[in-house]
């Protein structure tokens, strides 16, 4: 199997596609084309994708490598075809409403943004996707479009991680003052999460932002509140979180 996979990888599909079929154990197998499919739509060569997808025996990892056929489409900016694939899923296979967060991320990526918040509306994923988008509005310097998005998010962790991406866009546009606002709002909604847990979580990500933004006496502030309320155990990870982002690791916690 993963001998198949980094040919696969490589762009040596025949020779991928070959290997798997040589694999004597079904789930190996199954696994081997599906990822054979997947090497080959992100390559963008959809009609041999779906091929191999067809050849997957197992209904579950077949509708696997359909769906990410649906977004390597997305990702390729085609959306109508995307969408298609997605139709065609939940035809044979059932329900596939995760895809559209997938979609609807990378129309945002893809500068559409109307269309992109459009699609994010229309899955139970919704408060993931928009999260995304609000992180692509902002990296584009839509800031204030990026604030309004990420204020339609249900949930407070995952409101709180759009928050801080936007706040970090902001300090590397060196929008000093607005980047300290949007942290300071970003705070102020990962101290709604109610499980302890996950609010050390999110607040560990915002000072690992900050001090990324370079607010670094903010970031320790924050570590400092972070043990107070969630023990030893979660301020040192906070520690961790703010040395490795001023010494440019990317590995920052993700709110649920």
């Known amino acids: 199997k993963e001998i198949a996979r980094a040919q696969a990888k490589a762009g040596r599909f025949a020779e991928a596609f070959s290997t798997a079929r040589q694999i004597a154990d079904a789930d190996k197998r199954a696994e081997a084309l599906r990822e054979i499919a997947r090497a080959q ?3 963008g060569r959809f009609a041999e994708a779906f091929s191999t997808a067809r050849q997957i025996e197992d209904a579950d990892e077949r509708a ?6 649906a977004l390597a489409q997305a990702d ?3 959306f109508a075809d995307a ?3 997605k139709r065609q899923i939940e035809k044979e296979f059932g329900e596939a409403d995760v895809l559209l967060w997938g979609i609807a991320s990378a ?5 559409q943004f109307g269309d992109a918040i459009s699609t994010a509306r229309q899955t139970s994923w919704q408060a993931f996707a928009l999260r995304d988008i609000a992180s692509v509005q902002a990296e584009a310097g839509r800031f204030a479009d990026a604030v309004a998005t990420a204020r339609q998010i249900e949930g407070a962790g995952l409101r709180a991680a759009a928050l801080r991406a936007i706040a970090l ?3 590397k546009a060196s929008r000093v003052e607005d980047a300290r606002l949007t942290f300071a709002d970003a705070l102020s909604t990962a101290w709604q999460i109610e499980e302890a847990s996950l609010c050390a979580l999110a607040l560990e990500g915002i000072a690992s932002d900050q001090a990324r933004a370079g607010q670094v006496e903010q ?3 924050l570590a400092e509140e972070i043990r107070k309320v969630a023990g030893q155990a979660a301020y ?5 979180a703010i040395a490795k982002a001023l010494i440019g690791e990317e590995d920052t916690p993700d709110e649920e």
């Open 41 to 43: 739509a992100r390559a």
């Open 64 to 69: 696997l490598a359909f769906g990410w056929i």
């Open 76 to 78: 390729a900016g085609l």
């Open 83 to 85: 969408f298609s694939t």
């Open 107 to 111: 129309q945002a990526k893809a500068g």
């Open 169 to 171: 866009a902001q300090a």
């Open 219 to 221: 970031a320790l502030a």
């Open 236 to 240: 040192v990870n906070a520690l961790v």
